[in-house]
Nanobody, 127 residues
Framework: QSQFVESGGGLVQPGGSLRLSCAASGFILDYSAIGWFRQAPGKEREWVSCLSMSGTTTTYADSVKGRFTISRDSAVNTVYLQMNNLKPEDTAVYYC????????????????????WGQGTQVTVSS
């Protein structure tokens, strides 16, 4: 059974950092494009970042560019979202997502292209 388990959320002060992790089992992340999304209370889910299947292309939403970094560690089949200089407006439930293995998708797939989703982890930025 394929699973995508998230961890790393929490409460942090403005300007602080967190690293979110998503550990995959039952499928190999090297064969998937990866995405991170978030959903704040009362708002629609929004895309945050993506990593191409090849691992060579990263893309970020303008709101997080220069502060967040997406990465993948093949040795432990895990993806990460390093979040620095966090702001109150970054408060949301964060979700990782992966495409099906070797699927023909763009380097930064659309939301509907992702088939594996993490359970979500809460990030709260507040003083």
């Amino acid at each position: 059974q394929s699973q995508f388990v998230e961890s790393g959320g929490g409460l942090v002060q403005p300007g602080g950092s967190l690293r979110l992790s998503c550990a995959a089992s039952g499928f190999i992340l090297d064969y998937s494009a990866i995405g991170w999304f978030r959903q704040a209370p009362g708002k629609e889910r929004e895309w945050v970042s993506c990593l191409s299947m090849s691992g060579t292309t990263t893309t970020y939403a303008d709101s997080v560019k220069g502060r967040f970094t997406i990465s993948r560690d093949s040795a432990v089949n895990t993806v990460y979202l390093q979040m620095n200089n966090l702001k109150p407006e970054d408060t949301a439930v964060y979700y990782c997502a992966a495409t099906a293995s070797r699927a023909r998708v763009p380097d930064c797939p659309r939301s509907n292209d992702f088939v594996y989703w993490g359970q979500g982890t809460q990030v709260t930025v507040s003083s």
